[in-house]
């Protein structure tokens, strides 16, 4: 079963800059897609940002611009860059592996709380 260790997480204040790294234990497929989502307090989690094994990067309107999700795919490791940080970026921040082929696992980090605010 893949592992997922996140980091970078803390309190910054509005317009600065935090960069999130997560770590994955070694996995077998191939395939597969990592990124970031979020979750702020009484709201559902949603999409940050994504990247999978080819390089092919989604993300979020609301980050578009702001946030730069990149890998390494030789440490099984992604890194969200997140500049001109927002209030409404405050969150906890998950981390996600999904196997991009049979049988499609999902697995989830522990979540990482990031807080901006003055």
């Known amino acids: 079963q893949v592992q997922l260790v996140e980091s970078g997480g803390g309190l910054v204040q509005p317009g600065g800059s935090l960069r999130l790294s997560c770590a994955a234990s070694?996995?077998?497929?191939?395939?597969?897609?990592m990124g970031w989502f979020r979750q702020a307090p009484g709201k559902q989690r949603e999409l940050v940002a994504t990247?999978?094994?080819?390089?092919?990067?989604t993300y979020a309107d609301s980050v578009k611009a702001r946030f730069t999700i990149s890998g390494d795919k030789s440490k099984n490791a992604v890194v969200l860059q997140m500049n001109s940080l927002k209030s409404e970026d405050t969150a906890v921040y998950f981390c996600?592996?999904?196997?991009?082929?049979?049988?499609?696992?999902?697995?989830w980090g522990q979540g990482t709380q990031v807080t901006v605010s003055s």
């Open positions: 996600q592996f999904r196997e991009d082929t049979f049988p499609f696992a999902v697995f």
């Open positions: 070694e996995s077998s497929v191939d395939m597969y897609t």
């Open positions: 990247i999978n094994n080819a390089g092919r990067t």
